[in-house]
Protein backbone atom coordinates (compact mmCIF):
# COMPACT_ATOMS: atom_id res chain seq x y z
CA UNK A 1 0.00 0.00 0.00
CA UNK A 2 2.95 2.34 0.80
CA UNK A 3 4.39 2.12 -2.76
CA UNK A 4 1.13 2.86 -4.19
CA UNK A 5 0.80 5.63 -2.38
CA UNK A 6 3.31 7.55 -2.99
CA UNK A 7 3.39 5.54 -6.65
CA UNK A 8 7.17 4.56 -6.86
CA UNK A 9 9.30 1.43 -6.46
CA UNK A 10 9.38 -0.74 -3.23
CA UNK A 11 11.83 -3.77 -3.56
CA UNK A 12 11.19 -6.19 -0.59
CA UNK A 13 13.59 -8.53 0.14
CA UNK A 14 14.30 -11.50 2.91
CA UNK A 15 10.92 -12.24 2.79
CA UNK A 16 9.58 -13.55 6.39
CA UNK A 17 10.67 -17.17 6.35
CA UNK A 18 7.55 -18.24 8.39
CA UNK A 19 5.71 -18.36 5.25
CA UNK A 20 7.82 -21.22 4.01
CA UNK A 21 6.17 -23.13 7.28
CA UNK A 22 2.61 -21.89 7.06
CA UNK A 23 1.41 -22.53 3.00
CA UNK A 24 -1.90 -21.19 3.97
CA UNK A 25 -0.36 -17.60 4.86
CA UNK A 26 1.92 -17.32 2.53
CA UNK A 27 -0.88 -17.99 -0.05
CA UNK A 28 -3.12 -15.17 1.58
CA UNK A 29 -0.16 -12.61 1.48
CA UNK A 30 0.56 -13.50 -2.40
CA UNK A 31 -3.68 -13.36 -3.14
CA UNK A 32 -3.76 -9.68 -1.30
CA UNK A 33 -0.61 -8.34 -3.80
CA UNK A 34 -2.06 -10.09 -6.44
CA UNK A 35 -5.23 -7.86 -5.99
CA UNK A 36 -3.18 -4.82 -5.03
CA UNK A 37 -1.17 -4.97 -8.36
CA UNK A 38 -3.92 -5.61 -10.34
CA UNK A 39 -5.62 -2.58 -9.18
CA UNK A 40 -2.66 -0.24 -9.40
CA UNK A 41 -2.26 -1.91 -12.47
CA UNK A 42 1.47 -2.37 -11.04
CA UNK A 43 4.70 -3.82 -12.82
CA UNK A 44 5.96 -6.87 -10.41
CA UNK A 45 9.00 -9.09 -10.02
CA UNK A 46 9.03 -12.07 -7.28
CA UNK A 47 5.72 -12.06 -7.12
CA UNK A 48 5.23 -16.22 -6.80
CA UNK A 49 4.69 -18.98 -4.65
CA UNK A 50 7.59 -19.49 -2.04
CA UNK A 51 9.79 -16.06 -3.86
CA UNK A 52 11.50 -14.33 -1.25
CA UNK A 53 11.99 -11.03 -3.12
CA UNK A 54 9.37 -8.90 -4.79
CA UNK A 55 9.76 -5.44 -6.54
CA UNK A 56 6.14 -3.60 -6.60
CA UNK A 57 5.91 -0.76 -9.00
CA UNK A 58 2.39 0.95 -9.62
CA UNK A 59 1.71 3.12 -12.49
CA UNK A 60 -0.15 6.28 -11.90
CA UNK A 61 -3.36 5.71 -10.64
CA UNK A 62 -6.03 4.57 -12.90
CA UNK A 63 -9.29 6.15 -12.09
CA UNK A 64 -12.89 4.67 -12.51
CA UNK A 65 -15.64 5.72 -14.43
CA UNK A 66 -17.09 9.25 -12.57
CA UNK A 67 -19.93 9.16 -9.97
CA UNK A 68 -23.01 10.96 -12.16
CA UNK A 69 -21.24 10.33 -15.50
CA UNK A 70 -23.37 8.17 -18.00
CA UNK A 71 -21.92 4.71 -18.73
CA UNK A 72 -18.93 4.68 -20.64
CA UNK A 73 -19.87 3.44 -24.26
CA UNK A 74 -17.50 0.48 -25.14
CA UNK A 75 -15.61 -1.81 -23.23
CA UNK A 76 -12.74 -1.07 -25.17
CA UNK A 77 -12.66 2.62 -24.31
CA UNK A 78 -12.92 1.92 -20.59
CA UNK A 79 -10.55 -0.75 -20.04
CA UNK A 80 -7.84 1.69 -20.02
CA UNK A 81 -9.07 4.12 -17.26
CA UNK A 82 -10.48 0.96 -14.85
CA UNK A 83 -8.73 -1.08 -12.91
CA UNK A 84 -9.46 -4.55 -14.20
CA UNK A 85 -10.98 -5.67 -10.30
CA UNK A 86 -13.35 -3.42 -10.08
CA UNK A 87 -17.36 -3.21 -11.19
CA UNK A 88 -19.14 -0.42 -11.40
CA UNK A 89 -23.02 -0.67 -9.86
CA UNK A 90 -25.36 1.33 -11.67
CA UNK A 91 -28.88 3.14 -10.47
CA UNK A 92 -30.16 5.44 -13.31
CA UNK A 93 -27.30 5.37 -15.28
CA UNK A 94 -25.12 6.69 -12.30
CA UNK A 95 -22.89 4.53 -10.45
CA UNK A 96 -23.62 4.90 -7.20
CA UNK A 97 -20.63 1.53 -6.32
CA UNK A 98 -17.51 -0.06 -7.14
CA UNK A 99 -17.37 -3.40 -5.77
CA UNK A 100 -14.86 -6.01 -6.01
CA UNK A 101 -14.48 -9.60 -4.89
CA UNK A 102 -11.30 -11.36 -3.49
CA UNK A 103 -11.76 -15.39 -3.43
CA UNK A 104 -9.15 -17.74 -1.86
CA UNK A 105 -9.59 -21.42 -2.37
CA UNK A 106 -8.18 -22.18 1.24
CA UNK A 107 -9.35 -20.48 4.56
CA UNK A 108 -6.61 -18.25 4.45
CA UNK A 109 -7.31 -15.37 6.46
CA UNK A 110 -10.05 -12.89 5.19
CA UNK A 111 -8.65 -9.63 8.03
CA UNK A 112 -5.04 -10.05 6.95
CA UNK A 113 -6.15 -9.31 3.13
CA UNK A 114 -8.13 -6.45 4.55
CA UNK A 115 -5.32 -5.33 6.33
CA UNK A 116 -2.79 -5.14 3.38
CA UNK A 117 -5.79 -3.29 1.15
CA UNK A 118 -6.86 -0.66 3.70
CA UNK A 119 -4.70 2.10 3.35
CA UNK A 120 -5.35 1.59 -0.60
CA UNK A 121 -9.00 1.56 -0.33
CA UNK A 122 -9.51 4.31 1.68
CA UNK A 123 -7.08 7.18 -0.14
CA UNK A 124 -7.93 5.59 -2.87
CA UNK A 125 -10.82 8.37 -4.12
CA UNK A 126 -12.24 7.48 -7.72
CA UNK A 127 -13.26 10.87 -8.93
CA UNK A 128 -16.81 12.21 -8.55
CA UNK A 129 -18.57 15.03 -10.14
CA UNK A 130 -21.27 16.69 -7.80
CA UNK A 131 -24.97 15.63 -8.61
CA UNK A 132 -27.46 17.78 -9.30
CA UNK A 133 -28.97 17.44 -5.57
CA UNK A 134 -25.37 17.63 -4.03
CA UNK A 135 -22.95 20.72 -3.42
CA UNK A 136 -19.62 19.57 -3.74
CA UNK A 137 -18.41 15.75 -5.42
CA UNK A 138 -18.37 12.74 -3.03
CA UNK A 139 -16.19 9.65 -3.25
CA UNK A 140 -18.08 6.92 -4.66
CA UNK A 141 -18.69 3.89 -2.07
CA UNK A 142 -16.59 0.73 -2.17
CA UNK A 143 -17.61 -2.89 -1.38
CA UNK A 144 -15.02 -5.79 -1.06
CA UNK A 145 -16.14 -9.38 -0.61
CA UNK A 146 -13.48 -11.98 0.85
CA UNK A 147 -14.20 -15.69 0.80
CA UNK A 148 -11.51 -17.01 3.09
CA UNK A 149 -11.32 -17.73 6.77
CA UNK A 150 -12.68 -15.59 9.47
CA UNK A 151 -10.94 -17.55 12.25
CA UNK A 152 -8.09 -18.52 11.30
CA UNK A 153 -4.82 -19.50 13.43
CA UNK A 154 -2.13 -17.33 13.84
CA UNK A 155 -4.36 -14.19 12.10
CA UNK A 156 -6.52 -11.42 13.63
CA UNK A 157 -10.10 -12.77 13.66
CA UNK A 158 -13.61 -11.10 12.50
CA UNK A 159 -14.07 -10.06 15.64
CA UNK A 160 -10.76 -8.37 16.49
CA UNK A 161 -11.74 -6.48 13.43
CA UNK A 162 -15.21 -5.54 14.26
CA UNK A 163 -14.37 -4.36 18.08
CA UNK A 164 -10.88 -3.36 17.94
CA UNK A 165 -9.27 -2.16 15.03
CA UNK A 166 -12.12 -0.69 12.68
CA UNK A 167 -13.24 1.04 16.09
CA UNK A 168 -10.47 2.44 16.77
CA UNK A 169 -8.96 3.38 13.24
CA UNK A 170 -13.09 5.24 13.44
CA UNK A 171 -12.96 6.35 16.73
CA UNK A 172 -9.66 7.74 17.51
CA UNK A 173 -8.01 8.46 13.66
CA UNK A 174 -11.22 9.90 11.97
CA UNK A 175 -10.79 7.32 8.89
CA UNK A 176 -14.39 6.85 6.78
CA UNK A 177 -16.86 4.70 8.13
CA UNK A 178 -16.42 0.71 7.68
CA UNK A 179 -19.17 -1.70 8.02
CA UNK A 180 -18.19 -5.66 8.12
CA UNK A 181 -21.29 -8.29 6.95
CA UNK A 182 -20.02 -11.84 7.79
CA UNK A 183 -22.47 -14.03 5.44
CA UNK A 184 -20.71 -17.09 6.53
CA UNK A 185 -17.89 -18.06 8.67
CA UNK A 186 -14.63 -19.53 7.69
CA UNK A 187 -12.48 -21.59 10.17
CA UNK A 188 -8.65 -23.77 9.70
CA UNK A 189 -9.42 -25.57 13.38
CA UNK A 190 -11.74 -28.73 12.34
CA UNK A 191 -12.90 -29.60 9.49
CA UNK A 192 -10.90 -26.48 6.54
CA UNK A 193 -14.31 -24.34 5.44
CA UNK A 194 -14.61 -21.01 3.60
CA UNK A 195 -16.54 -17.99 4.59
CA UNK A 196 -17.79 -14.76 2.98
CA UNK A 197 -17.26 -11.63 4.39
CA UNK A 198 -18.12 -8.04 2.83
CA UNK A 199 -16.68 -4.79 4.05
CA UNK A 200 -18.65 -1.50 2.89
CA UNK A 201 -17.00 1.88 3.38
CA UNK A 202 -16.28 5.30 1.25
CA UNK A 203 -12.77 6.59 0.75
CA UNK A 204 -11.57 9.82 1.61
CA UNK A 205 -12.69 12.47 -0.89
CA UNK A 206 -9.20 13.43 -2.91
CA UNK A 207 -7.17 16.06 -2.08
CA UNK A 208 -8.32 14.93 1.75
CA UNK A 209 -5.34 14.35 4.44
CA UNK A 210 -5.46 12.55 7.51
CA UNK A 211 -4.51 14.56 10.51
CA UNK A 212 -2.43 13.57 12.87
CA UNK A 213 -2.96 11.61 16.27
CA UNK A 214 -1.96 10.90 19.33
CA UNK A 215 -2.48 8.25 21.53
CA UNK A 216 -1.87 9.01 24.81
CA UNK A 217 -4.10 9.18 28.56
CA UNK A 218 -5.43 5.74 28.19
CA UNK A 219 -7.88 6.16 30.97
CA UNK A 220 -9.61 4.33 33.22
CA UNK A 221 -10.90 0.47 31.99
CA UNK A 222 -14.67 0.51 32.33
CA UNK A 223 -16.09 -2.31 30.18
CA UNK A 224 -15.39 -5.65 29.32
CA UNK A 225 -16.80 -7.37 26.05
CA UNK A 226 -16.11 -10.69 25.73
CA UNK A 227 -17.61 -12.63 22.44
CA UNK A 228 -17.89 -16.65 22.39
CA UNK A 229 -17.60 -19.24 19.69
CA UNK A 230 -18.16 -22.35 20.94
CA UNK A 231 -19.19 -26.36 20.35
CA UNK A 232 -22.77 -25.95 21.96
CA UNK A 233 -24.94 -23.38 24.24
CA UNK A 234 -23.25 -26.15 27.10
CA UNK A 235 -19.60 -25.19 25.84
CA UNK A 236 -20.54 -21.09 25.69
CA UNK A 237 -21.60 -21.69 29.31
CA UNK A 238 -19.23 -23.06 30.37
CA UNK A 239 -16.40 -20.68 29.43
CA UNK A 240 -18.81 -17.49 30.45
CA UNK A 241 -18.89 -18.81 33.53
CA UNK A 242 -15.13 -18.70 33.83
CA UNK A 243 -14.77 -15.95 31.93
CA UNK A 244 -17.09 -13.85 34.20
CA UNK A 245 -15.40 -15.15 37.45
CA UNK A 246 -11.99 -14.47 36.55
CA UNK A 247 -12.75 -11.06 35.25
CA UNK A 248 -14.58 -10.15 38.40
CA UNK A 249 -11.72 -11.48 40.44
CA UNK A 250 -9.12 -9.26 38.76
CA UNK A 251 -11.80 -6.37 37.96
CA UNK A 252 -14.69 -5.96 40.01
CA UNK A 253 -15.70 -2.78 39.10
CA UNK A 254 -16.04 -2.79 35.34
CA UNK A 255 -18.88 -3.95 33.55
CA UNK A 256 -19.37 -7.35 31.49
CA UNK A 257 -20.93 -7.43 28.36
CA UNK A 258 -21.55 -10.56 25.34
CA UNK A 259 -21.58 -9.08 22.25
CA UNK A 260 -21.47 -12.43 20.30
CA UNK A 261 -22.33 -15.91 21.39
CA UNK A 262 -22.78 -18.13 18.51
CA UNK A 263 -22.30 -21.87 18.65
CA UNK A 264 -19.51 -23.69 16.14
CA UNK A 265 -21.46 -27.18 15.94
CA UNK A 266 -17.66 -28.47 16.19
CA UNK A 267 -15.65 -29.86 19.15
CA UNK A 268 -12.36 -28.66 17.41
CA UNK A 269 -13.84 -24.83 16.79
CA UNK A 270 -13.50 -22.74 20.42
CA UNK A 271 -12.97 -19.03 20.49
CA UNK A 272 -12.66 -15.81 22.86
CA UNK A 273 -12.24 -12.48 22.25
CA UNK A 274 -12.02 -10.25 25.34
CA UNK A 275 -12.19 -6.39 24.35
CA UNK A 276 -11.18 -3.99 27.11
CA UNK A 277 -12.91 -0.82 26.77
CA UNK A 278 -11.50 2.51 29.02
CA UNK A 279 -13.28 5.95 29.43
CA UNK A 280 -10.92 7.77 26.79
CA UNK A 281 -12.17 5.61 24.06
CA UNK A 282 -9.37 2.81 23.27
CA UNK A 283 -9.62 -0.56 23.02
CA UNK A 284 -7.22 -3.32 23.75
CA UNK A 285 -7.95 -7.26 22.41
CA UNK A 286 -6.87 -10.00 23.35
CA UNK A 287 -7.87 -13.86 22.21
CA UNK A 288 -7.44 -17.82 22.16
CA UNK A 289 -8.63 -19.69 18.74
CA UNK A 290 -8.23 -23.42 20.18
CA UNK A 291 -7.75 -25.89 17.68
CA UNK A 292 -7.74 -29.05 19.11
CA UNK A 293 -10.44 -31.25 20.39
CA UNK A 294 -12.03 -29.30 23.56
CA UNK A 295 -12.17 -31.13 26.96
CA UNK A 296 -13.08 -30.70 30.37
CA UNK A 297 -10.01 -28.54 31.10
CA UNK A 298 -10.18 -26.63 28.21
CA UNK A 299 -12.62 -23.59 29.26
CA UNK A 300 -10.38 -22.90 32.23
CA UNK A 301 -6.49 -22.83 30.18
CA UNK A 302 -8.55 -20.74 27.23
CA UNK A 303 -9.85 -18.20 29.76
CA UNK A 304 -6.78 -18.38 31.81
CA UNK A 305 -4.73 -17.40 28.71
CA UNK A 306 -6.69 -14.79 27.42
CA UNK A 307 -7.11 -12.85 30.96
CA UNK A 308 -3.34 -13.04 31.47
CA UNK A 309 -2.60 -11.61 28.47
CA UNK A 310 -4.59 -9.00 29.43
CA UNK A 311 -3.84 -8.31 32.61
CA UNK A 312 0.03 -7.81 31.17
CA UNK A 313 -1.06 -5.15 28.79
CA UNK A 314 -3.45 -3.42 30.79
CA UNK A 315 -0.67 -3.29 33.47
CA UNK A 316 2.04 -1.57 30.84
CA UNK A 317 -0.54 1.46 30.86
CA UNK A 318 -0.65 1.99 27.34
CA UNK A 319 -3.42 3.09 24.89
CA UNK A 320 -2.63 -0.46 22.18
CA UNK A 321 -1.67 -4.18 22.45
CA UNK A 322 0.94 -5.17 20.10
CA UNK A 323 -1.74 -6.56 17.39
CA UNK A 324 -3.08 -2.77 17.33
CA UNK A 325 0.43 -1.41 17.53
CA UNK A 326 1.47 -2.94 14.18
CA UNK A 327 -1.49 -1.89 12.44
CA UNK A 328 -1.09 2.10 13.44
CA UNK A 329 2.54 2.30 11.45
CA UNK A 330 1.54 3.20 8.27
CA UNK A 331 -1.31 5.42 9.55
CA UNK A 332 1.04 7.28 11.41
CA UNK A 333 3.20 7.84 8.14
CA UNK A 334 0.12 8.22 6.11
CA UNK A 335 -1.24 11.43 8.80
CA UNK A 336 -0.09 14.69 8.37
CA UNK A 337 2.22 15.95 10.78
CA UNK A 338 3.58 13.73 13.68
CA UNK A 339 1.86 11.10 15.24
CA UNK A 340 2.39 9.76 18.46
CA UNK A 341 1.01 6.41 20.45
CA UNK A 342 2.05 5.07 23.64
CA UNK A 343 2.49 0.86 23.65
CA UNK A 344 3.23 1.00 27.20
CA UNK A 345 6.29 0.30 29.21
CA UNK A 346 8.81 -2.53 28.14
CA UNK A 347 6.77 -3.00 25.01
CA UNK A 348 8.85 -3.45 21.85
CA UNK A 349 8.25 -3.58 18.14
CA UNK A 350 7.13 -6.78 17.50
CA UNK A 351 8.50 -8.55 13.95
CA UNK A 352 5.34 -7.07 12.00
CA UNK A 353 6.02 -3.94 13.37
CA UNK A 354 9.34 -4.00 12.43
CA UNK A 355 8.44 -5.28 9.12
CA UNK A 356 6.14 -2.38 8.59
CA UNK A 357 8.31 0.70 9.63
CA UNK A 358 11.30 -1.54 8.09
CA UNK A 359 9.30 -0.54 4.22
CA UNK A 360 8.18 3.15 5.36
CA UNK A 361 11.75 3.54 5.88
CA UNK A 362 12.91 3.30 2.95
CA UNK A 363 13.37 6.34 1.16
CA UNK A 364 11.16 7.90 3.68
CA UNK A 365 13.51 8.73 7.23
CA UNK A 366 10.50 8.39 9.22
CA UNK A 367 11.04 9.73 12.86
CA UNK A 368 10.62 6.41 15.50
CA UNK A 369 11.18 5.52 19.10
CA UNK A 370 11.23 1.80 20.05
CA UNK A 371 10.90 0.41 23.51
CA UNK A 372 10.37 3.44 25.37
CA UNK A 373 6.64 4.08 25.98
CA UNK A 374 5.44 5.89 22.54
CA UNK A 375 6.34 5.31 18.78
CA UNK A 376 6.17 8.37 17.04
CA UNK A 377 6.31 9.07 13.06
CA UNK A 378 6.70 12.04 10.82
CA UNK A 379 4.12 11.99 8.64
CA UNK A 380 4.74 10.08 4.70
CA UNK A 381 3.81 13.69 3.05
CA UNK A 382 6.01 15.66 5.19
CA UNK A 383 9.09 13.52 4.80
CA UNK A 384 8.62 12.54 0.62
CA UNK A 385 8.00 16.49 0.12
CA UNK A 386 12.05 16.13 1.12
CA UNK A 387 13.03 13.21 -1.19
CA UNK A 388 11.07 14.24 -4.29
CA UNK A 389 9.07 17.03 -5.63
CA UNK A 390 7.66 15.14 -8.88
CA UNK A 391 5.59 12.61 -6.92
CA UNK A 392 2.21 12.89 -6.37
CA UNK A 393 0.85 12.05 -3.00
CA UNK A 394 -1.94 9.63 -2.08
CA UNK A 395 -2.89 9.21 -5.95
CA UNK A 396 -4.53 12.50 -6.07
CA UNK A 397 -3.41 15.74 -8.22
CA UNK A 398 -1.58 17.54 -4.46
CA UNK A 399 1.62 17.66 -4.10
CA UNK A 400 4.43 16.81 -1.37
CA UNK A 401 5.58 20.66 -1.18
CA UNK A 402 2.18 21.52 -0.96
CA UNK A 403 1.29 19.54 1.79
CA UNK A 404 3.93 19.47 4.17
Not at 386 to 404: C, P, Q, S
Request: aromatic share 6%; glycine share 6%.
Amino acid sequence: PVSRLVVSSLPISQVRFEFETNPQRRLTVLAAVEWLAKATRAETQGMSKGSTELNFAPLQRALGTAQGQSKPPDRAQSKDIQPSVWQDIYEDDRVIRKESHIKLNSPGSVCLILQAILPYLLFHAHKTVPRQDQSTASSIPLRITIEGGTNVSQSPSIEYIGQVLIPMLVEKIGIPSITTKVIKRGWSPGRADIGIVQFNLTPFVAGSTLPAFNFQDRGEVIRMHVSILATDVSSRDKLRAKVVEKLLAHYPEVEIVFPIEEDTNNGSRLYLLIVAETSNGYRLGRDCLWDRKANNSTMETVANNVIEQMDEDLERGGCVEEYMQDQLVVFQALAEGRSVVDSGKDMHATLHTQTASGGLEQGLQPVRSFGDRATQYESLATVAAKVTEDKRYLGDTIEYENIA
